[in-house]
């Protein structure tokens, strides 16, 4: 789903600079970690991992039209990733209004959401030599949704 910017924070879906050096994507949904998987998710998949392997689908399909298809690695040297999470619901109102739009200091950590980001978008990522990753926690009524730039 393409969405246009709503917050200040928020960016338009797939927008590019003018020479095409630099892409964002934003997908929708709950940032994920990556985790760390066994053989045996090959057969009977635990929760997070069938989180993460839905999350990663919808990425790849923002970003390059397939949910197969990933980024040439040649192609991207640096990528920053902004990542927010909505808050419990079971958090006090006023806790609610004082994180709203803060810095996000829970798990996931910020290492495993780039991590997600960098093997799901990228066919090999030793290619990148800039990273960056922040979280934050979205407005209130905002839904959660990851901004992805990557830059050639």
């Given amino acids: 789903m393409i969405r246009t910017a709503t917050v200040p924070h928020?960016?338009?879906?797939?927008?590019?600079?003018?020479?095409?050096?630099?892409?964002?994507?934003?997908?929708?949904?709950?940032p994920v970690a990556k985790p760390r998987m066994t053989r045996r998710d090959r057969w009977k998949s635990r929760p997070c991992v069938t989180a993460y392997r839905a999350w990663a689908d919808q990425a790849r399909l923002q970003a390059t039209g397939s949910p197969f298809r990933k980024l040439a690695g040649r192609d991207v040297r640096k990528v920053t990733v902004r990542a927010f999470f909505t808050m419990p619901p079971?958090?006090?109102?006023?806790?609610?209004e004082e994180y709203?739009?803060?810095?996000h200091r829970a798990v996931p950590d910020p290492d495993n959401v780039l991590k997600?980001?960098?093997?799901?978008?990228?066919?090999?990522?030793?290619?990148?030599?800039?990273v960056s990753c922040e979280t934050f926690w979205t407005?209130?009524?905002?839904?959660?949704?990851?901004?992805?730039?990557?830059?050639?």
């Fill in 116 to 130: 997600a980001v960098l093997d799901a978008l990228i066919d090999d990522d030793r290619y990148v030599t800039a």
């Fill in 10 to 30: 928020r960016a338009p879906d797939g927008q590019a600079d003018r020479k095409g050096l630099r892409r964002r994507i934003v997908v929708e949904g709950q």
């Fill in 100 to 103: 709203s739009g803060g810095e």
């Fill in 90 to 96: 079971s958090w006090p109102k006023r806790k609610q």
């Fill in 139 to 152: 407005l209130a009524g905002e839904p959660p949704f990851t901004v992805i730039t990557i830059e050639r």
